[in-house]
Structures are given as C-alpha cells and as structure tokens.
C-alpha cells in the first residue's frame, strides 16, 4: 500500500507564495517521477510539474513562477508557488510514478488565489 499525503494549500491573494508538499509512504518501491497536476473547475486535469532524477519539467502556465524538488532521503517532493495568478486556482494533486510502472495520487490539496 502506498500513500502520498499533500499538505500546504490555502488561499492567497495575487501575487503570493505557498509551498506544497507531497510526503510518500509505503512500499513505494523505486521511484521514477515525482510531480504535481491541478484541476480547475470544469476543466481537465493538468501537469504542472515533474521531477525525474535530476531533471525538472514545467508546463509553460507556471514557467518561472513554480519551482518544484524533491527530497530522496524522504520520499518528499515539494512545489513552490510564486507570484500566483487567479488562473492559478485549483485542487493539487501529487503523483508518483516508479520504474515498476506503477502511478499512485494524493487525495488533492486546494490552491485559491483570490483578492
């Protein structure tokens, strides 16, 4: 059984910060990817970021302003979100991928930007 935890959402106003994190448990295995999606309301799901190994990707909406990492030692991946937009809206969802071709999610974490 594996189990990703997210915590960090909130509401903020434009132009603030928060950072989520996304802690893995379990018989995870060996892990591949590690990354974030969100879903806004009537819209599809989304990437926002990833990480496998030491490579980073972003979708071109958060370029420059989100900033994801990973802790190995933990399991633990985190998304730094600047200068947030009210596009920017949305539950957060953590993924994990391992090299045994397994996905696992979070339960989803929500991220309001409003004034």
Not at 44 to 72: C, H, M, P, W
């Amino acid at each position: 059984q594996v189990q990703l935890v997210e915590s960090g959402g909130g509401s903020v106003q434009p132009g603030g910060s928060l950072t989520l994190s996304c802690a893995a448990s379990g018989s995870i295995g060996s892990i591949k990817t590690m990354g974030w999606y969100r879903q806004a309301p009537g819209k599809q799901r989304e990437l926002v970021a990833a990480i496998t190994g030491g490579t980073s990707d972003y979708a071109d909406s958060v370029k420059g302003r989100f900033t994801i990492s990973k802790d190995n030692a933990k399991n633990t991946v985190y998304l730094k979100l600047n200068s947030l937009k009210p596009e920017d809206t949305a539950v957060y969802y953590c993924t994990l991928i391992t090299w045994g071709h397994s996905n696992y999610w979070g339960q989803g974490t929500q991220v309001t930007v409003s004034s």
